[in-house]
């Protein structure tokens, strides 16, 4: 008997905005028009950590967690759920502490995509 597994819409969503995150990441090391004021290093806790750097780490780190995410791999869920109970405990800590964007939204979208992904658990193989 063969078992078919669909994808869910929402998980080829959020691959695509996560993706579409990362070339943008990328585009910024060229293109300074498009840099937030407060750092991504900074947004992920690490104010210190060379920016330019980080950029090219977490725009080849994401895409390699989307990768898994998109193909419903166990490991892709899981590296999901661990990215963003990490991205979002961090968003919420500065959150608290500053009250202010991008960290209030940061914060209500990994609320929402571990909310989502959690819920589509049994999709991922």
Known sequence: MIIIKVRPLGVLLIG?????????LLLSLFDT?????????AQFGLPYFPERLFRVLISFIILIMIYGYVNLRKWGYWFMILYILYFGG?????SMKFNQQPFNGNMIWSILIFLYTFTKRKSFH
């Not at 695509?16 to 943008?24: Q, R, T």
């Not at 961090?90 to 500065?94: E, H, K």
Request: aromatic fraction near 8%; avoid cysteine.
């Open 16 to 24: 695509y905005l996560y993706m579409l995150g990362a070339v943008m």
């Open 33 to 41: 028009s498009i840099v937030n004021s407060i750092g991504i290093a």
């Open 90 to 94: 961090v968003s919420t800590l500065l």
